[in-house]
């Protein structure tokens, strides 16, 4: 039976993996944070069937215990500070939890488990404001954003580790991925609640940001699978995880209000408070490599 630790485990993509991984008659465990309750978690049906290891992808000690537990055959780096705009507001934090943390596991599965086949999911936010469209594996890193800057490292690190210290490292680099278990904090989380809200009267209007904006956005679902199928090949690579095409949040809020049968621009209000300070453009990726 293949052996899987995750990191991140309870949040979107982590625990559609930890059910994917099931499916397949894998032995799960995933690292919680000691304040977690799974029975409130998007895994609390597989509580049994999953060894959750307390811990902090800060603290290094307690990281490498877990992993010295489990002895993985394949490692998902999912966790992290997964807001960009929050980035500006935490930027210790960011680089702490996003960039050094990965840097750490790297570290401890060199020491550990040197055989284990590692995914790190890096980010379409290391590219910044590319001028290569569409995006690939090749693509300069420039990001313009602290979430950026630490999965950078995190990514430049993997890379070196891959190739210096021989260790089976796959960076995923994902673009935008949605689901119903997408945190309201993210947009189209954000626009889809405000229209059922709207629709039952229980809010007035939402507010959002650049409404120009365009995203690669994928099935989350779709980007689970590639994780665990880049883990399946013979050698280790890089790749670019995407749709393929963009589409603005203003498209996302037309089909959101006209499923609920509502005028979107009776409701949705412009609030450039809500705007980073540094937008990205222009990021939508070219997923040939990995197809």
Not at 83 to 99: C, I, K, M, Q, Y
Not at 144 to 164: D, F, H, I, S, W
Not at 233 to 243: E, G, I
Request: with cysteine; proline share 4%.
């Amino acid at each position: 039976m293949v052996r899987a630790f995750i990191t991140g485990i309870t949040g979107q993509d982590g625990s559609y993996l930890a059910e994917h991984l099931l499916e397949r008659k894998y032995e799960v465990h995933g690292l919680i944070r000691p304040d977690c309750d799974v029975s409130e978690t998007h895994l609390s049906e597989h509580a049994d069937e999953i060894g959750f290891h307390v811990g902090d992808l800060t603290d290094g000690a307690a990281l490498e215990r877990a992993i010295s537990v489990v002895g993985p055959d394949e490692i998902y780096h999912l966790g992290g500070q997964t807001h960009v705009g929050r980035s500006f507001d935490a930027v210790e934090e960011t680089l702490a939890v996003n960039g050094m943390a990965t840097v750490r596991l790297l570290e401890i599965a060199r020491s550990v488990c040197p055989k284990a086949r590692i995914f790190n999911a890096a980010s379409s936010e290391v590219f910044g404001r590319p001028e290569q469209l569409p995006q690939d594996e090749s693509t300069s890193i420039a990001p313009v954003n602290p979430y950026g800057c630490a999965k950078a490292l995190g990514l430049q690190m993997a890379r070196m580790y891959r190739e210096t210290h021989g260790l089976f490292l796959v960076n995923g680099i994902l673009y935008n991925h949605e689901s119903p278990r997408r945190p309201e904090s993210f947009v189209t989380r954000k626009i889809c609640r405000a229209a059922a809200s709207i629709k039952h009267g229980l809010q007035k209007e939402l507010r959002l940001g650049d409404l120009t904006a365009e995203r690669d956005w994928s099935d989350a679902r779709d980007v689970v699978r590639g994780m665990w199928l880049a883990l399946q090949h013979d050698r280790p690579d890089d790749y670019v995880l995407a749709s393929g095409e963009t589409h603005t949040v203003e498209e996302v809020v037309e089909v959101a209000f006209e499923t609920v049968d509502i005028d979107w621009k009776e409701h949705v209000k412009r609030d450039l408070s809500l705007t980073r300070p540094a937008e990205p453009n222009r990021l939508v990726g070219n997923p040939r490599h990995a197809r």
